[in-house]
């Protein structure tokens, strides 16, 4: 049986580019405090990442900076390392960058919630920061090989495909957050049939929010906390104004409550 978001997407009304974007800044704007810790977060996430990836190699950069002048200069890196030894790194980093990628959308998949609560001044329990990844462990790894499988076929069909999935792939998360129960086929399925439908708008919208999302860049780099976490905002109305929710849109005074 096919899952009714199927028909949600069949009977979706065509999304208002400027109502979403709108939207989102008056949402950035209520959900700044909360966008800001999930930044933070996901910053933690990925200092073990980034320390795994670059001790090991620190001390061959630091010679190539240091002999940078000398035109006869050759890395020694494979020379100092065994074959054995830069295997296992290899694997070490692989499998880092899945756990980080799962904890992440974890992290991001919680924002979402945190934003429907905020959106739709409801207090639903959005539970803990991790506990997607605790629950959806396996769904979300067997959904990131999809994905990154996809991004290797488009990738080497020229790379032109990378700007047609990039649309379906903004929806993937907000599509499996807010319905975990389905499977990661359906999924996907639905990213791309819903991203097939309006892709000229969302591609729109996701440029726009992208180029939003870097200006923290010019705060040092480390202003793009405060401003990375737009897109998921995005995305957000993206699905909203599109598939909705089960629960409708109620409006009620209440606080955010986050775990």
Do not use: R
């Amino acid at each position: 049986m096919e899952h009714p978001i199927f028909n949600k997407i069949e009977n979706s009304k065509k999304p208002d580019f400027g109502d979403i974007l709108s939207k989102s800044f008056e949402l950035y704007k209520k959900a700044f405090s909360i966008g800001l810790i999930h930044g933070l977060i996901s910053l933690a996430i990925a200092i073990p990442f980034v320390l795994i990836v670059y001790i090991p190699i620190l001390p061959t950069y630091i010679e190539m900076i240091e002999y940078s002048g000398d035109p006869y200069y050759q890395p020694t890196f494979f020379e100092d390392y065994s074959f054995i030894m830069i295997a296992i790194w290899v694997l070490v980093v692989f499998v880092m960058s899945f756990i980080m990628q799962v904890l992440n959308i974890s992290v991001y998949g919680h924002f979402f919630k945190a934003l429907k609560n905020e959106d739709l001044n409801t207090t639903d329990d959005i539970g803990g920061y991790f506990t997607i990844a605790k629950n959806h462990f396996g769904k979300i790894v067997i959904l990131s090989l999809a994905t990154m499988g996809i991004g290797i076929l488009a990738m080497l069909l020229c790379y032109f495909p990378l700007f047609y999935v990039m649309v379906p792939f903004q929806l993937v998360i907000p599509i499996f957050i807010f319905n975990q129960e389905m499977s990661v086929g359906d999924i996907i399925k639905a990213a791309f049939k819903l991203g097939n439908k309006y892709w000229l708008i969302f591609f729109g919208l996701i440029f726009v929010s992208a180029i939003f999302s870097s200006l923290g860049v010019l705060g040092c780099y480390i202003g793009v906390i405060a401003t990375m976490f737009f897109s998921y905002i995005v995305s957000y109305y993206m699905y909203k104004e599109t598939i909705g929710f089960e629960d409708g849109q109620p409006e009620k005074e209440n606080t955010l409550f986050i775990k």
